[in-house]
């Protein structure tokens, strides 16, 4: 039987050194036992990779960044939707996520799907608010604090030990084991990505990371564990190995279920070495850029929350594959002058 | 001296513990110590099999066996 097409909007084309979780969603969604996708990708950039990825995104159009606002990026969705009838959109960047939460009731009523945290469940896990995140929830999590100038740098970290992890709002973090490496390390990311920089006390141990999905309704559809490999000089994972560690997917699910989560989510942790306690360090509000390693291992992420997204019930992934691994490559494609020229002057492709 | 329920050992004289992703490789000396950790042998009858089965004397063996265990100690593989 012929399965159904659904035409699925995807950002994060943008498979480069730390790359967007786009593609990997992408490959899932083509992977669909369930639907037929047809991808329509949206960049920002005429360089993403993804754009001329032709086997896996069918056609592209740019969108505004973020901080256009909603209305021009609403008004841009509008013409994507008449020419391409969207189902389903899925958003992959953190800082494109606030528009796309307020906007998804528009959508919706137009006819565009999506499963997304609420705007409270956003907030509500932001860097700067883990530690009343963590009391809620009854989760370790490492002091953090909030500083956005430098008087407030110095007087914040008079009450914390080094090293320090001084991290962006939404992304980059490095670890200081001074005062001065922590005000060149606040210069560096608020330069980039402005304030608040959020301060958190650095865990001796094993970093681990958990790719899940919650329904939105407080069930826990599927969580894999995974542990990084190989980790580049700016600190992403270029390979990685799921694991069987039963806590961490316990924390997934009393998470999504104590937030009534939905859509995709990744957590970050470290395992304590002395305690074995483990301390949530991050919750990025989306699927992570190795999302394709649950797909790997026997839980199409993608594909669950599309179907969801579409109204259909999906029962939880009971297992996954323990030891199945990811790694990275890079590869030179080779394109024409005329796909750079079309999408650089019209926008589309 | 128990090995972790999460060890998975080949064999070839691969370790791999499954729930912190760490993978060891073993010659074939330290995959049959290894073997008899997981069937439950004690250290005594471990270093009595080895000395049986290798060309080594009992002194070297228990301190060798020694070393080995503190390594499994080491990197987590024993409870």
Redesign the interface.
Known sequence: MKKQQINIAVTGLNAVDSPGPGIAVIRGLKESKHFEARIIGLSYENLEPGIYMRDLVDKVYQIPYPSVGHETLLSRLEYIHRKEKIDVIIPNFDAELFSFIKLAPKLESMGIHSLLPTMEQFDARLKGKLNEYGDKHNILVPRSAVVFNIEELAQTLKTFDYPVMVKGKFYEAYKAFSYEQAQAYFHKISAKWGTPIVLQQFVQGQELNVTAIGDGKGKLIGAVPMRKTYITDTGKGWAGISLADESLVEMARHLVESTNWGGGLELELIKEDSTGDPYLIEINPRFPAWVYLAVGCGQNHPEALVRMAMGEKVDPFEDYDVGKMFIRYSYDMICDLKDFQQIAVTGEL | MRLKK?I?ISENGFV?N????DSFSTNPIGLFILEMIKAGKDTKVVQQEVTNKYAIDDSTAERDIHDFVKMLKQYDLLD
């Open positions: 999460s998975a791999f499954a729930a912190r992703g």
